[in-house]
Each structure stands twice: as structure tokens, then as C-alpha cells.
């Protein structure tokens, strides 16, 4: 069967979310280039069709500074996005869990 | 409301491809590459939780040969995959339409 | 041999060069986020060691907005950057040459 | 002053390392998979101008499997190339060295 709209929006945030973590991943990062980065990949992802809202939180305190700079990776960041399409908004998120970067759908609501 | 199971399989196709797409766009791909860089892409993307199998077609005979190789992009590639989750199986696929790689959800169905 | 100064200088910049090109391209960039986009570049690869300054234009102007926004690659981009390693000092730059994103070693010189 | 043959060999081998080591981070390997992730990304570098030989051994027994599979980062991987430019041929490689993969020139000869 075709897609319901709410499927439709859910694919469109799982996208979202693959485009976000593995276009970024490996980006070298530091305490003092993370605001930058942050604000890049929130507005990266806000391109994409039905991406109503992309916020990107690196986690500057516990990043390894051990050689000045670290490579991005999950456990670095966390992202929430709200995705619109038709009348379905869907709210996702990405966090660690038990030590994997899990992305998930928060909530599937009609408008 | 929480999602579905088919909206959850939707959320995870959708994850593959973003994934997909946004890790191996730039690779230097050549005719004589492009057989090792598919079998890649596809096996990197079945380690992926719930897709039951990955399909990755280059399109080696359009790919841009003037300085020898050139860059992966969506104009070179079609994709197909199929996503298990819980009882739901979700196929999906990439293509190029109207000058942009399209990815869409094929079809929802319930095992 | 074991490099020179100025050939380890010079394979600085080429690392820097590769990361910038490949961590990047791919990215979803429009005019209205390419402004954020140009300084999480910089930023990120002056990161790296021995990378003075690294600047980044994307050329807004010449971006495809025919689906609003298009995937950042070497046609809408030219980088400059200095790299200094012992006493020497590179200066390398990436602009479009014949349809090719031609990186090269402007000028090497002793401080 | 414009760089020696051998300098712009060793711009030409960074620009490799970068493009290979930003192009593949974050990519999903696991054991069963790093065979076609080695072979695609020693036959993608390979494209690239002056590049004779690139060789890539995923560190199938070191990959971390908690999760069935995991990102690809520096410390499962050891690349070696040869680079060849006009007269000059350098040998390069990287290797993981106090926790940080280290990409080192190491040996520059004119044939």
C-alpha cells in the first residue's frame, strides 16, 4: 500500500536524520568551533523538504581534547527536528543510549 | 501519540537512506570502481538495524569520464531496500526525478 | 628520505585539503545557509594541526535554488588556506579549473 | 616560491589521506563487511591523479561489536600509498600512535 501521510513524515525525518549524522560525522571539532558547527548542521538540515525545525546541541563539555580537537561523532551530540508534511508533524530525536547514538520518533501528531 | 510500527519502519527507511546517500556522495568513482564501491554501500547499509537487504545500481555508463573519475552523486545511482520492522515490511527506493535523487517510500505492508 | 620540512608542509596541506573537500561536499547548502555553513568549514579545519588559517567561500550566486537549495560541491566553493610547519610556510588554494576543483600549492616559502 | 616535484607529490599524497579518511568515517562496518569497505575504498583513492597504489586493512578484530556492527574511525584502520609525480615517489601511510591516526610521509625518492 502507498504510504499514509504520517509514514510519509516519518520516512521524511528518518532522511533528516541518516543526512545529518553521516554527513557530519568525522568533522574535526573543538570547544571553540563547536557554536559554528552546531549552527551549520541545524541550517544543512532545515534545506530539506518538510524539515520545519532542526536543533543541533554538541556537547562541548565532554568533548576529547586530549589532541586540542576531536572528531564528531554521536556521543557528542544531540539533535531534536520537527518534520511537517501535509497535516502530520512529527517530533524526533537523537541521543545516546546505552552507549549508541539512538534517533527516534518522539511523537506522530495530526495538526 | 507514539508511532506505529509502520511508521517506525518508515522512520528507519528513511535513516538508511540519508545514511546512504550522504556518507558515500563525493566518493571518487571511475567505470572500473564503481562495482567494488556498490557492493560497499550495500553491505554498509544492511549492518544497519532492521534493513533486511540493500540494492545499490551505478550507473557506470553515465558516469562523467572527461578527467578519468569523477564524484558519486544522485544522478549516478539507483537504490532499492527493504526494511523489516516487527510485522511491517517497508519498501523503498531512489531515483532520479526532474533533476533531483528522489527517495520514496514504495510500499507498506503487513507480513 | 624522510620528508624535508617543506614536503611535510606541503603533505599538511594536502591532508587538509582532502578533509575539507570530502568531509563537506554533500552537504545541503542554500544561499540563506551558506554564509553558516563557509565559517563551520574554516573553523573546523583550522582545527587541525599546523593549519594557520583556512578560508571559505561558497559562491551564493551561482548556487542551484532550482529545488530552493543543492548539495554543496567544488563548483561552489574556493578555499585559501596557510599552513605552517617548523619554518616553513605553504599557501594553498582550491578554485575551478577547466571543470575540476583544481587544489594546489600556491607558494612555499621559508620564514 | 613554487613547490619542487617532490613537495607537490606530498601535497598530492595529503590530499589522498584527507579525501580517504573524511570520505569513510562514520561508515557502518562490521566484520562481515569490511572486506568490500577495504576493497572500495583502496579502488576509490586510486582514481584520484598520481596515485599508484592504495592499500586498506580494516582491523576486523578490533571492530566493536556490541552493537553488531560500529562506525568506521581511524583505529580500525591501516593505509599505506605510493604516490608517483614526475620524477618523485613518496610512501605514505597511517597508523594509529598515542590514541590519534597519524598520517606520515615516510620516505620521499626520485626514481
Known sequence: MDPTDAEAACFEAGIKFGTLYHQFAGTPVSPGSAASLERAMAEAIENQPFCADCSVD??????????????????????????????EVVHTEMAMEDGYPLMRVVDVVSR
Chains 1, 2, 3, 4 share one sequence.
Open 58 to 87: 554538541i556537547l562541548d563539555d565532554e568533548l576529547d581534547t586530549t589532541h586540542d580537537y576531536t572528531e564528531l561523532t554521536g556521543e557528542y551530540m544531540e539533535v531534536s527536528m520537527r518534520i511537517e508534511y501535509g497535516e
